[in-house]
């Protein structure tokens, strides 16, 4: 029973900052590529930020050069840190993990609660 926590989330006016943190718990044995998703007002859920297990980042164009990923494998924890904020980066904010069990032999996609970022003009 593994679960991802979001958390980070908040109100910040357009220009600001905000870190994500997302921690997952349970009988973890190995945690592959981590990544964050998006899912706007009356928009479809979208990829932010694909972090591998080296902890190399992919990201959507929309965020290129103001969000940064990174991961903290001990802590089984990723974050966010996103700055230049922009009204459009509202959205909840979803933390999606490949996670291996203990004893497993496949890895097995986790999905959180979500945290809801909201940036005012």
């Known amino acids: 029973q593994v679960q991802l926590v979001e958390s980070g989330g908040g109100l910040v006016q357009a220009g600001g900052s905000l870190r994500l943190s997302c921690a997952a718990s349970?009988?973890?044995?190995?945690?592959?590529?981590m990544g964050w998703y998006r899912q706007a007002p009356g928009k479809q859920r979208e990829l932010v930020a694909a972090?591998?297990?080296?902890?190399?980042?992919n990201y959507a164009d929309s965020v290129k050069g103001r969000f940064t990923g990174s991961r903290d494998n001990a802590k089984n924890t990723v974050y966010l840190q996103m700055n230049s904020l922009k009204p459009e980066d509202t959205a909840v904010y979803y933390c999606?993990?490949?996670?291996?069990?203990?004893?497993?032999?496949?890895?097995?996609?986790?999905w959180g609660q979500g945290t809801l970022v909201t940036v005012s003009s």
């Open positions: 349970g009988s973890i044995s190995s945690i592959n590529a």
């Open positions: 972090i591998t297990h080296g902890g190399k980042t």
């Open positions: 999606n993990a490949e996670v291996l069990l203990n004893g497993g032999v496949r890895f097995l996609e986790v």
